[in-house]
């Protein structure tokens, strides 16, 4: 067998039995078996009376082939298949529905007969054709009159419908290119960024000279990366990176062809940009959806003058004319909204997604559908007005429903692989959803064939006015759906312009505060989309429900189910909302603090607050998911005292077991916010004096002097002593003796300050001049100066140094003896002091 064929065996098959079911089910007689045979009744049927109208008869034929008593077969006990069985309830189901057709297609058989006999009859008669005369000639009319003005009036409109147009596509090329620009300028940037950092890797692990090399040490528990200077340089290779090596963002995937080239950045555009895109062309689309329906509206009143002006008709005629004004009226429209949604001769006002070529075919073959149905349903009518009775405007809807329902087929293999390619999943993806939608892709043919196919079936079985029926269900779902689109796109482009989101990206001239918002609008953008879609899905559902007669509105009204679940859903996203804005209004602070600390310069409290933020977020993350969780549980009336209770009870344990961690990470969030210290201060903590070489949450890491490191927790951090505050003061104290010129030595001092403040090394980091306060203290053999001179925190040590220094110097060279703190006792011996006594005594003389 050909295999074009197949699929439609196979739909047709599905049609048979996967629709059998939907049948209305068979009238069990008390006291028979499901699966007891059946025969006719020839004696029934001799005495039934002959029925002149095939619908009666069709009917008769039904009843007595289900009312007819039957005799037992003396082989029923011995039946291979169970009564209630599966086999035995599908095969009476089947059989009974087979049975259904057989009366449908006997009663259509008869139609057809009657509908040839009258159009032999109505041909010979001559008030039948003064009938279609009258007929004739008023649609000639109308569709004359009103075509005509339709025509003038379009022409008219020409000028702005081109106007409108090509305003569109200007609109639609610019968005186009500027999404384009957006998304290539974020690429360029991502590209631009890992070339940058794959440059200072590759920097980081070569040395600046070809003499040295860098080698990675550890010292103190602290990782170093240290330069050594080689004396042969040409016996140690330059450490560069090979240049064969690949880079890391142009590594192709293994199963990707050409795999030893980068692939090229591709550019798609996102959900957003397509509604933004949408949201802009939608006043476009309704002017050109205004103009044509402003052409229409003149046919519509040139035809009901020409209705009104008409001589008398018979009232079969004008329901004639009628029809067929109703059917080109909806043809218009439904055109009109089809130019709109997919614009088949230019992409100006093209709302959907689709190639130009996929345009102009899908508008063709839906023009075709929509004019073989509206005007098949007329034609239907027409003949039951002309005199084919309803057993022949039966036979006519359902052969044209049947036409309809085959051309819908053909649209659906017309189609299959612009729809396929949208069911699959993406290049690359994988998982069983992926492996479900590749599969459905290939397939989704023969489903939609079946369904098709079987809503003919079904209606063909007796339904009323089921194609009418079917046609209002199809328009009125397809209106409500592509409404339900507009709102979503429309919702979904207004939060976009809320958010301030912008595809471009921010140039120079933008404010970082509208940088900052534009960024957030960004995280939280798809979280507010998610959630607007669901609305308006769900909004879009009870529409759809409501508008085939189930009372879907009722299951919201309060104290029913429905009610209660609303409210609760309603007040569990009010918690949610609130939450996410107090998370935004927390994270926008921090941010622009951050921001306002770096453009100020104070990159310290900037990167320690940095650093505070994950544990802030993590903590206030908690707090929110605690409260939205609880009031969830509340609203879906779970009762959560027994776990508050259990929560406060583990707390406390908790509490109790870890007091001193707690304890270090409170004081050590204090300790930071309050920027008590930071790397590389001179501090005095906990009794222990050093720089700070790190600061974590919980500890403080100190060099002391000696080279030993200290590791103390902040919870015995009572007192913080830190010499690295802006201002730190070089102390002058000198001990002179006492027989020194005290004013010498003051003055002397203030001139060694002088010349201190004046050096070019030292003088930056001096605030004052030396301030000698005077004489502190006075023994019995020195008397002591202090003084001090006011310098930065990173110059007290350097200056108070060289003013020693040079006070030594310069004491040195006046003689300003500098006093000996220890005391010295000159004791002689006997016969020096007897001499020494009389050369001191009066009247005598020295030897």
Partial sequence: MNKRYFPLLLTLLLSLTVFASWAAPAEVVPGKQLNEPTQEAPQAR???????????RATVNEEDASETPLEQSPEADTAPLQADGLIARTLDKLGEWLNRLGGQLHLFKDSAAELAKWLKASFSDDAWRQLLVESASGLLAVFVLGVSAQALVSRGLRYPRRALAHRAGSVASHLHRAATLARA??????????????????????????????????????????????????????????????????IPAPNEPYAHEAPAPTIVPTHRDMAQRTLRLLPFAFGMLLLDLLGLMAFF??????????????????????????????????????????????????????????????????????????????????AGQLGAGESGRQAMVKLVSLCIHLAAVMIIFRFRKPIGTHIAAAPGATGPLASLRNWLAKVWVIPATSLVMGLWFIWALGIEDGFPRLMEFIIVTAAIIVAGRLVDISVHGLVAKALHINNRAADSNTSKSANLRSSMGERYYPLIQRLTSFVVMVLT???????????????FAPGTIGGNMTSAALTILTAVVIAVIVWYL?????????????ENGDLTRAARLKTLLPMMRTILLIALTLVVGLTALT??????????????IIGVALGFGSQKLVQDFITGIFLLMENAMQVGDGVTVAGVSGTVENLSIRTVRLRAG??????????????????????GNAAIRVSIGYEMDVNLATDELKKIGALLRADPTFGPLILADLEVWGVDAID??????????RCLSNGRWGVQRETNRRILERFRELNIRIADPRERLMVPDAEQSASHVAATTPGGHEK
């Fill in 780 to 789: 019995g053999s020195m008397f002591t100066l202090v003084g001090q001179i």
């Fill in 541 to 555: 559902v009870v529409a759809l429900l409501q508008s085939q007669g189930i009372n879907a509105i009722g299951w």
């Fill in 185 to 250: 300028e974020k690429i360029s940037s991502v590209t631009t960024q890992q070339s940058a950092a794959q440059t200072l890797a590759q920097a980081a692990l070569a040395p600046g000279q070809e003499n040295v090399v860098l080698v990675q040490t550890v010292r103190d528990g602290v990782e170093h990366v240290e330069s050594l200077v080689v004396q042969d340089a040409e016996s140690i290779a330059p450490v560069t990176t090979p240049a064969s090596a690949p880079t890391p963002i142009a």
């Fill in 706 to 727: 000696d080279g030993s490191l200290h590791i103390i927790p902040f919870s015995s951090v009572s007192t913080v002593n830190n010499t690295n505050r802006g201002i």
């Fill in 46 to 56: 001799l005495k039934q009376p002959a029925k002149e109208d095939p619908v009666e």
């Fill in 635 to 648: 609203q879906i009336g779970i009762n959560t005292t027994p776990l508050l209770a259990g929560a406060s």
């Fill in 586 to 598: 927390v994270d926008t602070g921090v941010q622009r603090r951050v921001m306002l600390w770096t």
């Fill in 301 to 382: 009143g040139a035809a009901a003058l020409a209705i009104h002006l008409l001589p008398t008709l018979d009232p079969r005629a004008l329901s004639v004319v009628q029809g067929f004004f109703k059917a080109y009226v909806i043809t218009r429209i439904c055109m009109a909204v089809l130019r709109v949604l997919i614009a088949p001769y230019g992409q100006g006002v093209r709302l959907l997604r689709i190639t130009p070529l996929s345009a102009r075919a899908l508008y063709t073959w839906l023009w075709r559908f929509i004019v073989f149905a509206t005007f098949g349903i007329a034609l239907a009518s027409a």
